[in-house]
Nanobody, 122 residues
Framework: QVQLVESGGELVQAGGSLSLSCKTS????????MAWFRQAPGKEREYVAV??????LYYAHSVKGRFTISRGANNTVLLQMSSLKPEDTAVYYC?????????????????WGQGTQVTISS
């Protein structure tokens, strides 16, 4: 059974930093493209960062230079966030896809976590 479990979301002041973690199980981790998406109230889910199993890293323009996606130990994927802004407030989701490359669409992902709330206060 595939499971993705996010953790690390919390309330942070603007300008601060936060790290999210996604623990995966039931996957061949090194053959999965892993991604972080986010969804703010009233908005569509949008991609934040992608780590393709073929090696590429991709970032949304709004987070480039502030966020870093990486594969950690024990089949985890991390999202390190800095210089946080109120507009970064959202539920952040971890997702896995069997497709390699620059996979940005929600529909291309096969497995999702339950989400973790990130709130940035001004």
């Amino acid at each position: 059974q595939v499971q993705l479990v996010e953790s690390g979301g919390e309330l942070v002041q603007a300008g601060g930093s936060l790290s999210l973690s996604c623990k995966t199980s039931g996957l061949i981790f090194n053959r999965q493209t892993m991604a972080w998406f986010r969804q703010a109230p009233g908005k569509e889910r949008e991609y934040v960062a992608v780590a393709s199993w073929s090696g590429g890293l991709y970032y949304a323009h709004s987070v480039k230079g502030r966020f870093t996606i990486s594969r950690g130990a024990n089949n985890t994927v991390l999202l390190q966030m800095s210089s946080l802004k109120p507009e970064d407030t959202a539920v952040y989701y971890c997702a896995a896809s069997y497709i390699a490359g620059r996979v940005l669409q929600v529909g291309s992902y096969d497995h999702w976590g339950q989400g973790t709330q990130v709130t940035i206060s001004s």
